[in-house]
């Protein structure tokens, strides 16, 4: 009945196509762009999203898993809805059938964490929520070990790569209680976008300076 009362008083619409009692109608979610892998250094294509070797650094990240292409109208509109309308329930229409099978066995899923004042305000990371779904498929932890010690300007104002990374340089750090966790682990860093990777970078770059044997990232789109 509580359910019945909330579609009444906030129905849903397909965000794709407009359709009521739902926010993402099963054609509109078979429609949805996949994304094409790419190199989380430099940013162009690789199979499988494996960094180039010539791109490998010892503090860099080893891969990228992108789901979706952002270009897609509907894949913008479904992280819009994420972000700006506070919308979790988003996350799991996304992911709902997705299966995630890898070849690495991961430690730890990372979510890159919020500075608290925008937490606090959007009452929860996206992040974290994207890694809370995911953990269910691939039976993995989900563990807060970042913290965004500095507060930043909003990378997505940040005009250059350049300055992307200049924005970000020393934001993050490692939870106190978890650095004699992460020697030798394996690393699934969960955000929403990669876009320039500035945020994934930098929390790589802190997380192998802490003895993380690799990091691989996850977004739900680039």
Known sequence: MFDLIIDFLFPRFCIGCGKYGTDLCKKCYRELSIAEQICPECGIESSMGWTHPKCQKKIGMDGLIAIYDYQDKTI?????????????????????????ETGIEFDFLVPIPLHYYRENWRGFNQAEEIARVIEKGMKVPTKRILIRERKTKQQSLMGSRKEREENIRGAFEIREEDKKLLLEKRVLLIDDVFTSGADMRECTRVLKKAGVEMVWGLALAH
Do not use: P, Q, T
């Not at 913008?76 to 995630?100: P, S, V």
């Open 76 to 100: 913008r509109g479904l992280i819009d809805g994420i972000k700006f309308d506070f919308n979790k329930g988003l996350i799991k229409a996304m992911l709902k059938y997705f299966r995630f």
